[in-house]
């Protein structure tokens, strides 16, 4: 029997042995490898989900950094159009006051030459009516008589006139 066996005898046990092979094979197949291999699918299709959400929430945080940017860019030009606006109602403000007080100094001014006129206008009345006493009195003490009212008239304007004059 010894010299009978080749390379490859042909023997039960080998059946035997290409059967349990096999069955075991499609055993762990069904018991190992395929729970095995579906949970690295899922595995896998859990990672492949993460990393399309993390580029979505990179894409997102992309287009919110440009909102914010755009947000704080509007926002810096209404101060700066705010303030640009200020100041200008403060220098509006200010040349308006400037304005007014000046109206106000020209009006006292005006006020005061008027007062200074009224007053002036009123010494004259006053100095012109002593003086034509005074011209009535000497001009009665040297013609030793009295005057009549159309002659005493005629003296006092002449003696205005003369004052007025010098």
Do not use: C, Y
């Not at 094979?25 to 095995?36: D, E, H, N, R, S």
């Not at 109602?89 to 007014?100: F, K, Q």
């Amino acid at each position: 029997m010894v010299a009978d066996a080749g390379l490859i005898t042909f023997n039960v046990t080998l059946l035997l042995q290409i059967v349990i092979f096999v069955l075991m094979a499609v055993v762990l197949w069904k018991l190992a490898w395929g729970p095995i291999v579906a949970g690295l699918e899922r595995r896998q299709e859990k990672i492949e989900a993460g990393l399309r959400a993390a580029e979505e929430s990179e894409k997102r945080l992309a287009q919110v950094t440009q909102e914010v940017q755009r947000l704080l860019e509007d926002a810096r030009s209404q101060a700066r159009d705010i303030i640009a606006r200020a100041h200008q109602e403060a220098t509006a403000d200010a040349d308006e006051v400037r304005n007014r007080g000046r109206r106000d100094a020209e009006a006292e001014v005006q006020k005061a030459l008027a007062d200074i006129a009224a007053e002036r206008d009123r010494a004259l009345q006053e100095l012109r009516a002593q003086v034509a006493a005074l011209v009535v009195e000497a001009a009665a003490r040297i013609i030793g008589q009295t005057i009549d009212e159309r002659t005493h008239q005629r003296l006092i304007e002449e003696s205005l006139d003369k004052v007025t004059a010098s």
